[in-house]
């Protein structure tokens, strides 16, 4: 009970942190931000609200303005079922890619994924 009371406070102070500290967006040009909007439509990432690492993933999917879906998987989340069945584990964060040839792609580790969305979306204007 302490140790659970104990983790949710310390993840209510990341949160905060976060908010209070978040980096400015990439501004696009209306073409460029549509490109972008097409290009993340069939993603979603899977996370904890106050897990840091799901945090530092979220801040860049921020600093990079993509508009991903976010899904958490707390216990009872039928999004908690999802990634288990797909992703074929409980981790976060992931990141699910569906693909235009009908591929799917889980992607975990947060360096990973920070990774990724750079090389795809940092030199989109």
Same mark, same amino acid.
């Given at each position: 009970m302490?140790? $659970?009371?104990?983790?949710?406070?310390t993840?209510?102070?990341?949160?905060?942190? =976060?908010?209070?500290? !978040?980096?400015? !967006?990439?501004?696009?040009?209306?073409?460029?931000? +549509?490109?972008?909007?097409?290009?993340? &439509? +069939?993603? $979603?990432?899977?996370?904890?609200?106050? /897990?840091?690492? /799901?945090? &530092?993933?979220?801040?860049?999917?921020? &600093?990079?303005?993509?508009?991903?879906?976010?899904?958490?998987?707390?216990?009872?989340?039928?999004?908690?079922?999802s990634?288990? +069945?797909?992703?074929?584990?409980?981790?976060?964060? /992931?990141?699910?890619?569906?693909?235009? =040839?009908? *591929?799917?792609?889980?992607?975990?580790?947060? *360096?990973?994924?920070?990774?990724?969305? +750079?090389?795809q979306?940092?030199?989109m $204007?």
């Amino acid at each position: 009970m302490i140790v $659970k009371v104990l983790r949710n406070a310390t993840g209510a102070v990341v949160v905060g942190l =976060d908010l209070l500290t !978040r980096w400015s !967006r990439v501004k696009r040009s209306a073409e460029g931000q +549509n490109q972008v909007n097409e290009a993340t &439509k +069939n993603m $979603k990432l899977y996370h904890f609200l106050g /897990c840091p690492f /799901c945090v &530092k993933t979220r801040r860049a999917m921020y &600093k990079l303005n993509l508009p991903i879906e976010t899904r958490s998987v707390t216990n009872g989340s039928p999004h908690r079922e999802s990634l288990l +069945n797909g992703g074929g584990k409980i981790q976060v964060p /992931c990141l699910h890619i569906q693909h235009e =040839d009908g *591929k799917e792609e889980w992607m975990y580790e947060s *360096k990973s994924i920070i990774a990724y969305l +750079n090389n795809q979306f940092a030199e989109m $204007k």
